[in-house]
């Protein structure tokens, strides 16, 4: 299926958000999610189907002073 991943457009096979990380690789990250505009927990990425055209933001945490 064609998402939208941070402003790219992607294909991919995945199900759900939590396989989409798994194959966008994203498995070892920290990151904070968002489908749509709406953000999702890390406990709920399992739970959360994809659709064709979804719009995916993968955010990492950044450190600094």
Wanted: proline letters at 3%.
């Amino acid at each position: 299926m064609r998402i939208t991943l941070n402003g790219d457009a992607r294909d991919i096979a995945a199900a759900n958000l939590d396989q989409a990380l798994s194959e966008l690789g994203y498995t070892d990250s920290f990151v904070a999610t968002a489908v749509n505009g709406h953000f999702v927990p890390k406990a709920e990425r399992r739970n959360k189907r994809l659709d064709e055209g979804d719009r995916i933001e993968v955010v990492a945490p950044m450190q600094g002073g």
